[in-house]
Every structure is written in C-alpha cells, then in structure tokens.
C-alpha cells in the first residue's frame, strides 16, 4: 500500500480561494516532500518538511507536518487557474521516496 | 537549474518489441531513478542507481532492466515490450545519498505498446 494517501482525491475551487490537500502516512519518517504535476508533464518540487518541524512556507504555500498523527497538509492561499495541477506527497521510507496518489486540484477562474 | 531530459515524449511501440528509454541529467547527481505512473496507482519505482553501474530494484522491476554506463545517462530497458506497460514513464535524479533528498524529475514519456 502507499506509504503516503492524500485526501481529496479531487478538488475544485474557485480563483483567489484557499486550497487545502492532506496527506497521511503510516511508517516513520526523516522528512515529507510535496511535488506539483501539471498535465501530461513530470513533477516538480514544491517543498520539504524535515521530521522536526512542525510547519514551512513559501510563497503562497504553507505545508504543516504532525509526526503524532502522521499527516501532513499543503496549503495554497490565494489560488490561480494556473495553480491547476496534481499535487502529490512524498515521504522517505529508508532508501527511497514514495509517492501518494495524488490530489487534482482545479482553480476554476 | 538541473535539467532531466528524456528522449522522446511519446512513444509507440508493438508487443514483443526491445525499447529504449533514456534519460540524462546534467547536474552530476549521484542518484537516478526510473517511475511509471498510472491512473489511481501513483508513481510506482521501477528501478534506481546510486552511481555508475550500480543498480538497485524498485517496487516493480519485472520486465524490466536498466543501463548506467555514465553517470549522466539512466536507461530504462523493455526486453520485450507487452501490453501492461504502456505507461507514462517518468525519469528522476537527486544530488547524493540519502535518496530521499529532493528529486528532480523529466518530461516524461507516454509509451503505448500495441
């Protein structure tokens, strides 16, 4: 099973909205990266939160990180059409990184 | 910037086919990695390398193989192409160990086998 599961699966806002996606994960880990995919292209890093933080920005996007609960969530304040993309969480299982599946977020304009 | 480049963004290839997936970065990254992505399963890890010929199996390796002659160049080997792998494929490289650094990712390339 996927070490990381975001939730929703889908998300459909309007523009200038908040966009808040969850990701929830079962094993320990070192830290949790969110990577933005737009459509029919690779992924793109958006930010890393180490397992001793509890909260990072940038930009426009705030990510929290609660290691007791093992979640995280990704927030996007203020969102545009081209925030349109997938977003997908990923977390550190020893060796390697694994992937959730994704939330698609729409930003209707 | 790093740049993850991909030979070819589509492909079309028939069962039974030998195919040639390249990807080459051009940051000197230790590690490179190779995904398919498919609807409702996420990326999956295929196979990754932490340096030149070295290789280490992913999450699903059957029917595939993988190539690191240089450090720059990752390729992903069909043996013989079916179905069940047509995919989007997607190539990643990190700076060094630990492998769960930040992954810089291709374009990607849609592979349709018929």
């Known amino acids: 099973s996927q070490q990381g599961e975001e939730d929703p699966q889908a998300l459909s806002i309007q523009e200038g909205e908040n966009a808040t996606m969850n990701c929830s994960y079962k094993?320990?880990?070192?830290?949790l990266q969110w990577y933005r995919q737009n459509s029919g292209r690779g992924l793109v890093h958006l930010i890393l939160i180490r397992s001793n933080e509890r909260e990072k920005h940038s930009g426009r996007l705030r990510v929290t990180l609660d290691t007791s609960k093992k979640s995280s969530s990704l927030l996007i304040t203020a969102s545009r059409a081209a925030d349109t993309a997938s977003y997908f969480c990923a977390t550190d299982s020893g060796s390697r990184l694994t992937f959730g599946e994704g939330t698609q977020l729409t930003v209707n304009p | 910037d790093v740049k993850v480049t991909q030979s070819s963004r589509y492909l079309v290839k028939r069962t039974g086919e030998k195919v040639f997936l390249e990807c080459v970065q051009d940051?000197?990254?230790?590690?490179m990695f190779w995904y398919r992505q498919d609807p409702g399963l996420g990326l999956r890890l295929i196979y990754f390398s932490y340096d030149v010929k070295m290789k280490e199996k992913g999450d699903i390796p059957e029917g595939y193989s993988v190539s690191r002659e240089k450090k720059e160049r990752f390729s992903l080997i069909l043996e013989s192409a079916s179905t069940n792998q047509t995919s989007m494929y997607l190539c990643a490289s990190s700076v060094s160990i630990p492998s769960t650094d930040t992954q810089y990712f291709g374009p990607g390339t849609r592979l349709t086998v018929l």
């Open positions: 094993t320990s880990i070192n830290n």
């Open positions: 940051m000197d990254h230790e590690n």
